[in-house]
């Protein structure tokens, strides 16, 4: 079955950076797009980051030029590089991935930015 575990994560101070890991299993994980998601405290889950099969990457507006998605197929790995990390980055992230209609998630990795 599909499997996402994640690792990276903690507290950072604003302006820090982070890198957050994810690790796929169970899928064919080169041709699948690959998400980054994050759910602040009272808000909803948001998509983060996208990276496709060919490495074409996408962002939310709020973290373009901060945030960089990367995979490594040859190790079935999804990053995220948070840069620059703002206040209003803290909460949970999740990595994804839609496999035949269906949505895989990671376990959630919590992110908190303080000084």
């Known amino acids: 079955q599909v499997r996402l575990v994640q690792s990276g994560g903690g507290l950072v101070q604003p302006g820090g950076s982070l890198r957050l890991s994810c690790a796929a299993s169970?899928?064919?994980?080169?041709?699948?797009?690959m998400d980054w998601n994050r759910q602040a405290p009272g808000n909803q889950r948001e998509l983060v980051a996208r990276i496709d099969s060919r490495g074409s990457t996408n962002y939310t507006d709020s973290v373009k030029g901060r945030f960089i998605i990367s995979r490594d197929n040859a190790r079935n790995m999804v990053y995220l590089q948070m840069n620059n990390v703002k206040p209003e980055d803290a909460g949970v992230y999740f990595c994804?991935?839609?496999?035949?209609?269906?949505?895989?998630w990671g376990q959630g990795t919590q992110v908190i930015v303080s000084s």
């Open positions: 994804s991935v839609n496999r035949a209609g269906e949505v895989y």
């Open positions: 169970g899928l064919t994980f080169k041709i699948h797009t």
